[in-house]
């Protein structure tokens, strides 16, 4: 068509991998440039901010199964297409799309998409849709048997009730900051491949034994202002049983008030990251003792913390307390013949 005579102003074209768009009505299918100059073959397709005229389906009805990675944000419809619902023409066969971002406050592009067929599709991000509860988001291996990795950020979920699908077993990665989340809990049993669990700024009251996702390596509760300190210890209870050495823990803005509350459990974490805490005590060498396994540890910005004395053991390579303005005593206490000390950060304190 004539539309795509040349490539529209606000478009860039590199005519090997990555086609962008912004500020751009679209009133025609993207087509395969196939003329020599233009093959849209594997491709990074970001179009933000534009007016789509036809369902997404229509614009990429002939590209959709070239795309690698495909972005799609804050774009609008006509209120025909935005009032249809196209899930059932048949959706599209994304033969090779590996990651997909959609960001928008209607919600739109993602209904427009999600009846279609990801084979290789890895990475979903539908952060910033403000999606609620009402809005029920199935994941079956029939049509995403890769997805591995959820963010589901920004939006407005109080509860994961709403995700279903025999997907959810094999989830790796899920993402639900920024959500005015309440509970979890009953629901995590869904997710027994769960590798990393972002609950960041959320109003969770209540954490879950560690028992219930027994591959969990990583969890981040920055800005967890809600949760108690003794969750903490309910959900490290019984960290030893799984033979679990390799947490990474990041409570940054969060109120856990003493790294005492660690020393018990110690021997289960591999990164612990306490930065800008209300930590009361400082830490002496009763604490964190076998704390054999841990490699990096960060507790920057407490203000009532005035001496460290640290038991290092022979893993632990990058150590930060920067910013501890009241810190005046610092120790390191090595616990072993052999030490791979690679990072040491003790700036802005007042060490002389």
Not at 87 to 96: A, H, P, T, W
Not at 127 to 148: A, E, G, H, V, W
Request: proline share 2%; hydrophobic share 40%.
């Amino acid at each position: 068509s004539s539309f795509w005579n040349e490539i529209p102003t606000h478009c860039v074209y590199d005519r090997t991998a990555l086609f962008f768009c912004w500020n751009t009505t679209f009133t025609h299918s993207i087509p395969l440039f196939n003329d020599l100059a233009y093959t849209l073959q594997n491709h990074h397709v970001a179009i933000r901010d534009s007016y789509f005229q036809l369902s997404l389906r229509d614009l990429l009805v002939h590209v959709g199964s070239h795309i690698e990675n495909l972005t799609l944000i804050n774009n609008t419809f006509t209120s025909s297409v935005a009032e249809s619902n196209f899930v059932f023409e048949g959706g599209l066969f994304f033969r090779v799309l590996q990651t997909l971002n959609i960001h928008d406050q209607q919600g739109i592009q993602w209904s427009q998409l999600n009846g279609s067929y990801f084979p290789q599709l890895i990475k979903l991000d539908l952060s910033y849709n403000q999606f609620t509860n009402k809005r029920k988001l199935i994941f079956d291996r029939q049509f995403y048997p890769k997805l591995s990795y959820l963010n589901l950020s920004h939006n407005r979920l109080t509860s994961i009730n709403n995700l279903m699908g025999n997907c959810l077993a094999t989830f790796e990665t899920l993402i639900l900051s920024y959500n005015p989340l309440e509970s979890i809990v009953n629901k995590l049993s869904d997710y027994p491949s769960l590798i990393t669990l972002d609950l960041s700024a959320t109003n969770i009251k209540q954490l879950f034994s560690i028992t219930l996702l027994p591959n969990l390596q990583t969890l981040i509760c920055q800005e967890c202002r809600d949760i108690p300190t003794w969750e903490y210890e309910v959900f490290l209870s019984n960290c030893s049983e799984l033979n679990k050495n390799q947490l990474t823990i990041d409570l940054t803005r969060s109120n856990t008030i003493s790294i005492k509350l660690f020393n018990q459990y110690i021997k289960c974490i591999k990164n612990l990251i306490l930065n800008d805490q209300n930590l009361v005590d400082s830490i002496s060498t009763n604490d964190l003792l076998f704390s054999t396994n841990l490699e990096s540890i960060q507790a920057r910005s407490n203000y009532d913390m005035e001496y460290i004395y640290l038991n290092v053991y022979d893993r632990l390579a990058h150590i930060d307390f920067s910013d501890n303005i009241y810190l005046n005593q610092f120790m390191l206490r090595l616990m072993s013949n052999y030490t791979h000390l690679q990072r040491l950060i003790i700036s802005h304190t007042a060490l002389n």
